[in-house]
Antibody, heavy 122, light 111 residues
């Protein structure tokens, strides 16, 4: 079955960087686009970024554009999120999510990881 | 402020039918992009409930159904059960933002 396991979360000071990883298994990783979606404590879901199956097409939410970088290594079945210049409002659980559909068009999440908590605080 | 608007809460008694609305605009639902729905229990990851407006993944009971009209969509739950108590989110694609957008979420309480 599909498994997505995030890691790399933790407490980080404002302005610093953090890299999240998501190890995928149970499906052909290189066939699927992938999302990062986050959820601030007690708040709703917020889409962060999406990457195509081959890494050639990438889109970001305005709130993270220029600070976050999504990437993937299909040889390692792993998705990444490099987060720079972190701010307090980046505090959230970050979910790795498998995408069905077409990025840049109709698409949805059919599988989610368990999430990793990122806390930005001094 | 979420791009898609949902009521913060809805409630119903066991066995009843409830609906959750999701209102968008001409750059997302109104542009004929599909609406998808997710269910989330406290402390757990969301799970896909409805995709492509009205399709259920395997394992989702047929008590859950979706519909879409114009710039709005709805999730209907019939035969309400205690374990339906959860948060529900709608999601679509927005052509102006060039990305996915979510509703703010609706907390369903089973009385």
């Amino acid at each position: 079955q599909v498994q997505l396991v995030e890691s790399g979360g933790g407490v980080v000071q404002p302005g610093r960087s953090l890299r999240l990883s998501c190890a995928a298994s149970g499906f052909i990783f290189s066939n699927y686009p992938m999302n990062w979606v986050r959820q601030a404590p007690g708040k709703g879901l917020e889409w962060v970024a999406v990457i195509s199956f081959d890494g050639n097409n990438i889109y970001y939410a305005d709130s993270v554009k220029g600070r976050f970088t999504i990437s993937r290594d299909n040889s390692k079945n792993t998705l990444y999120l490099e987060m720079n210049s972190l701010r307090g409002d980046d505090t959230a659980v970050y979910y790795c999510a498998r995408v069905e559909g077409v990025i840049g068009d109709d698409n949805w999440v059919d599988s989610w990881g368990q999430g990793t908590l990122v806390t930005v605080s001094s | 402020q979420s791009v898609l608007t949902q009521p913060p809460s809805v409630s119903g008694a066991p066995g009843q039918r409830v609906t959750i609305s999701c209102t968008g605009s001409s750059s997302n639902i109104g542009a004929d992009y599909a609406v998808h729905w997710y269910q989330q229990f406290p402390g757990t990851a969301p799970r896909l409930l409805i995709y492509g407006n009205n399709n259920r993944p395997s394992g989702v009971p047929d008590r859950f159904s979706g519909s879409k009209s114009g710039t709005s969509a709805s999730l209907a739950i019939t035969g309400l059960q205690a374990d339906d108590e959860a948060d529900y989110y709608c999601q679509s694609y927005d052509s102006s933002l060039r990305g996915s957008v979510f509703g703010g979420g609706t907390k369903l309480t089973v009385l």
